[in-house]
């Protein structure tokens, strides 16, 4: 298969799946290892789909420009957007500090395990059918009223999604539901964790290639940024409207049944 073509589906996976809670790094280790990426070196495909994620932050980024702007005037609002970044940054330093740590190990011993994927895939998609009836009564209904230890807790949960087959918003939104945080202000922190989160994963993989891309390579890398923002800016906006009416039990039995077709195909 052509490698512009790989990387297109790749990009479109990555940004259908980035931020709804069914483990977008699951799907692409899926997926390629469905279809044949022979012409494209592995180390080159591991970079890859963590750099891809790029896009995706761009996306978030662009979607909620107006509540992560920095740039205004009055001073009321310039604090409310301060204490917004000063959440987001205290909710990624679990993760910025145990990825920091277990990189290399998470990659050697996890990326390329189909099974734990499924079993991933299956355990929380369990999770995700009951989470509706067990989690806390919402207490929380604005971000602005998330204190700084309930975010420093979420990002403990965020954690979890080091495992391929978890899905980073997936253990987030868990987490911050069983908080008390209501479904829609747990996605939208989510997606904010999800801009340092993704890119420090990002400049990490950068720093330890060295960027000794080829040229082929750099073309490859920026068409699925390219994919994956576009994709992802559209899913973002189907997803907000979508979680303010319905529950997540959709996305559970989705994730059980294609864990299932996942077990059944690796016999």
Not at 35 to 42: A, G, L, M, P, R
Request: hydrophobic share 55%.
């Amino acid at each position: 298969m052509n490698p512009f073509l790989i990387v297109i589906i790749l990009g479109i996976v990555e940004g259908l799946t980035e931020f709804l809670p069914v483990s977008s790094t699951g799907h692409m280790i899926l997926v390629e290892k469905f279809i044949n990426v022979q012409q494209i070196s592995k180390n080159f495909m591991d970079n890859f789909l963590v750099i891809i994620q790029f896009g995706a932050i761009l996306s978030v980024v662009t979607y909620f420009w107006k509540d992560l702007s920095p740039f205004v005037k009055d001073k009321e609002e310039l604090q409310e957007k301060f204490n917004l970044w000063s959440k987001i940054v205290v909710g990624v330093l679990p993760a910025g500090v145990i990825g920091f740590l277990l990189d290399d190990y998470i990659s050697e011993y996890f990326m390329d395990n189909s099974k734990i994927v499924a079993m991933m895939l299956i355990i929380y998609g369990i999770i995700f059918i009951f989470i509706e009836r067990y989690s806390c009564k919402a207490k929380i209904n604005r971000l602005g009223d998330l204190t700084y230890k309930l975010a420093f807790t979420i990002g403990f949960f965020q954690c979890l999604a080091m495992i391929p087959g978890t899905s980073r918003s997936g253990a987030t939104i868990i987490g911050a539901m069983l908080l008390g945080v209501s479904r829609a202000v747990s996605a939208e922190y989510s997606f904010f964790l999800a801009i340092p989160t993704m890119a420090g994963a990002t400049l990490l993989k950068l720093l330890k290639n060295g960027l000794n891309f080829t040229q082929l390579e750099w073309k490859l890398l920026f068409l699925g940024v390219v994919v994956s923002y576009f994709v992802a800016y559209l899913v973002i906006r189907w997803f907000m409207g979508y979680i303010r009416s319905r529950t997540f039990k959709l996305f559970g039995i989705y994730r059980v049944i294609l864990g299932v077709l996942v077990l059944l195909m690796l016999r």
